[in-house]
């Protein structure tokens, strides 16, 4: 919950306390922004697949395996 609070908060501040810019954005820039933004979701896809049994037996979804 601390965390998602913090997260919250830090992208306020950012969004509101940003100043002006005086920057230049190209095509290869927002080609950047964009395989950051799938890059990221391919890597919590990935993660989440890893840890899928884990987090449906924490949310009591699936029975522990007894092996």
């Given at each position: ?38 890059g990221g979701a391919a890597g919590l896809?990935?993660i989440l697949k890893l840890f899928w ?15």
């Amino acid at each position: 919950m601390f965390l998602l609070g913090f997260v919250s908060i830090s992208i306020v501040l950012v969004l509101f306390a940003a100043g002006e810019a005086h920057a230049y954005l190209d095509a290869g820039s927002g080609s950047m922004l964009i395989q950051i933004i799938l890059g990221g979701a391919a890597g919590l896809v990935v993660i989440l697949k890893l840890f899928w049994r884990r987090i449906l037996e924490v949310l009591g979804i699936a029975k522990q395996d007894t092996n």
